[in-house]
T-cell receptor
Framework: GAGVSQTPSNKVTEKGKYVELRCDPISGHTALYWYRQSLGQGPEFLIYFQGTGAADDSGLPNDRFFAVRPEGSVSTLKIQRTERGDSAVYLC??????????????FGPGTRLLVL | AQSVTQLGSHVSVSEGALVLLRCNYSSSVPPYLFWYVQYPNQGLQLLLKYTSAATLVKGINGFEAEFKKSETSFHLTKPSAHMSDAAEYFCAVSGGGGFKTIFGAGTRLFVKA
């Protein structure tokens, strides 16, 4: 079946602009995660959804970052007033059950964001 | 708090040689441990995971890892490297009732012909 998809694959924007990054999880997966991967680093946790609600948003770096998942499937990560330091690859992952400990996460290919 | 340290940002081996990628973790609760692989322009893919069952875990593509609590390690091995194993490998930890997965910085594996 189809895996996790993310759009766009690349996004170039100017400092101060607003961007939205989209994630389509595997059909039926209830848990969804967002990560940020900077150059030379491992993925950094941002937020976790269980269904429609954000169960853990402790990784969001500041209030410019926000994510939604209104119908429990597609999720959008929103970044306001982008800064050059936001440049990174944004990864989305989903998992089938509760998203609890030990569960395998299935990753999308990522959106590469470049803020000029 | 949990953390992961991957020793060596780059590892180079000859084709057919042993692959050893090192991972040490820190966790105040029983951990779940993972190894993921990332091929160029692809998403992360699970190689194997430890979830408190057998301490020696076998994964895909001939990889395995051993959980050693006394050493707080979860090193990844493969007896004989193949050119197709060239990729970036990430060790990760979760546990303690939270939903976060903490990743290491990654180790890039190069395989020489």
């Amino acid at each position: 079946g189809a895996g996790v998809s993310q759009t766009p694959s690349n996004k170039v924007t100017e400092k101060g602009k607003y961007v939205e990054l989209r994630c389509d999880p595997i059909s039926g997966h209830t848990a969804l995660y967002w990560y940020r991967q900077s150059l030379g680093q491992g993925p950094e946790f941002l937020i976790y959804f269980q269904g429609t609600g954000a169960a853990d948003d402790s990784g969001l770096p500041n209030d410019r970052f926000f994510a939604v998942r209104p119908e429990g499937s597609v999720s959008t990560l929103k970044i306001q007033r982008t800064e050059r330091g936001d440049s990174a690859v944004y990864l989305c992952a989903s998992s089938p059950n509760s998203g609890g400990e030990g569960e395998t996460q299935y990753f999308g290919p990522g959106t590469r964001l470049l803020v000029l | 708090a949990q953390s992961v340290t991957q020793l060596g940002s780059h590892v180079s081996v000859s084709e057919g040689a042993l692959v050893l990628l090192r991972c040490n973790y820190s966790s105040s609760v029983p951990p779940y441990l993972f190894w993921y692989v990332q091929y160029p322009n692809q998403g992360l893919q699970l190689l194997l995971k430890y979830t408190s069952a057998a301490t020696l875990v076998k994964g895909i593509n001939g990889f395995e890892a051993e959980f050693k609590k006394s050493e707080t390690s979860f090193h990844l091995t493969k007896p004989s490297a193949h050119m197709s194993d060239a990729a970036e490998y990430f060790c990760a930890v979760s546990g303690g009732g939270g939903f976060k997965t903490i990743f290491g910085a990654g180790t890039r594996l190069f395989v020489k012909a």
